[in-house]
């Protein structure tokens, strides 16, 4: 049989008529490449600056007003904080509303004065080395530059000499920059999302698709019944894999553990029911399972992205930073880094968990109304 060109034509008539007739796929289509065109293009930051820090003041000398003054004008520091103890500054790192603590000493400024170099410490939350380096990279610069305005005149001499301040940086959490202490403890983010958004939607699609669904429900059950026998497997299935992510994390890659193990388990129910709640409304949304996918992939995308595991939460522009903190995901890693790496407890948890539950609450009421409506 010869090629025909006719034949050619008929069949990508036909394939732009079924294009047309699955708008859902078509928008995903068009969506995804935007989406991802957008995120990379605009929200994504390797080098993150204006990150949030607070400073511990004793020296209330000129020369300790210059820190200040440098930090806050500098690119990477936004002093958002004057801080009174150290007990504060513990605990500003360890709820993360900090980046960074800095501590100027009681005698800065008449040390400076005398030429003994004093020490500037420096206090920063490391659990992600992608996000202090460069700003910590960048410290002497900043001091060297702002202090040699001050060394003129008769201070001009310790100038001269190599730098007049010794800088000292404390991180904290993670000393040593290890990078699988920040990405094991998100991957249980990451896993759980992926696998609870798609196993549910794909599941509740595939009985509609084969007619079990009717069969199902002709039984004498009542459709909440059948809705909450579907989830449960699940939820054991994202507690097995919480399981074999914390085994992984202590044997193979010894991450540290410091946290309540209790109180990760109960967080991870409430992410684990937000995410069964999306794949639930996915399911009476999409029309078969291909569909289904494709959402899943869609509300993976900017989990990944936004929610501060692969690129630094706090490099990203504004308006991503608030899309991201609508993303269950991103409090989700906050908290298991938090409980892991820094040994929070349920208190310190609680600010991060009430966001997760709150999209839990409202996936959950859309997913059953949609649910209902797509029985009758």
């Not at 206090?123 to 001091?143: F, H, K, V």
């Not at 991870?268 to 949304?285: D, Q």
């Not at 999409?286 to 289904?292: D, I, L």
């Amino acid at each position: 049989m010869s090629f025909s060109l006719a034949r050619l034509r008929a069949l990508i008539v036909k394939e732009f008529i079924q294009m047309r007739r699955d708008r859902l796929t078509f928008a995903m289509m068009v969506g995804i490449p935007l989406a991802q065109l957008v995120l990379f293009g605009f929200a994504i930051n390797a080098d993150p600056k204006h990150l949030p820090a607070a400073v511990l003041v004793a020296d209330r000398g000129p020369h300790g007003r210059t820190i200040v003054s440098a930090l806050e004008n500098s690119s990477y520091f936004d002093v958002v904080r004057e801080l009174q103890t150290e007990k504060e500054a513990r605990e500003a790192l360890a709820r993360g509303t900090v980046q960074f603590v800095v501590n100027v000493p009681e005698d800065f400024s008449r040390r400076l004065l005398r030429g003994e170099r004093p020490a500037l410490l420096v206090e920063a939350d490391a659990t992600d080395p992608g996000t202090t380096g460069n700003a910590i990279g960048s410290l002497p610069a900043i001091l060297d530059s702002a202090l040699r305005h001050d060394l003129v005149g008769p201070l001009a001499n310790l100038a001269a000499t190599a730098p007049p301040v010794e800088l000292r940086v404390h991180a904290h959490y993670n000393p040593e920059a290890i990078t699988q202490y920040n990405i094991v403890p998100g991957l249980m983010g990451v896993v759980l999302t992926m696998t609870m958004v798609l196993i549910t939607a794909l599941a509740i699609t595939r009985e509609r698709e084969s007619g079990t669904m009717e069969n199902l429900l002709s039984m004498p059950t009542r459709p909440a019944e059948v809705l909450i026998g579907k989830i449960v497997p699940y939820i054991l299935v994202g507690y097995i894999q919480v399981a074999l992510i914390l085994l992984a994390a202590a044997l193979l890659f010894h991450v540290p553990m410091l946290g309540s193990v209790t109180v990760l388990l109960l967080v991870a129910f409430v992410f684990i029911i937000a995410n069964l709640a999306v794949g639930i409304t996915f399911s009476t949304i999409a029309e078969n399972q291909r569909q289904a996918m494709q959402m899943g992939f869609f509300f993976f995308l900017p989990q990944i992205l936004l929610s501060g595991f692969m690129f630094p939460f706090r490099g990203m522009p504004h308006w991503a930073q608030v899309l991201g903190e609508l993303l269950p995901l991103t409090h989700f890693l906050r908290i298991v880094r938090g409980l892991l790496l820094k040994g929070n407890g349920f208190a310190d948890s609680l600010f991060e968990l009430w966001p997760i539950a709150l999209f839990a609450v409202i996936a959950l009421a859309i997913g059953v109304k949609r649910y209902r409506q797509t029985l009758d």
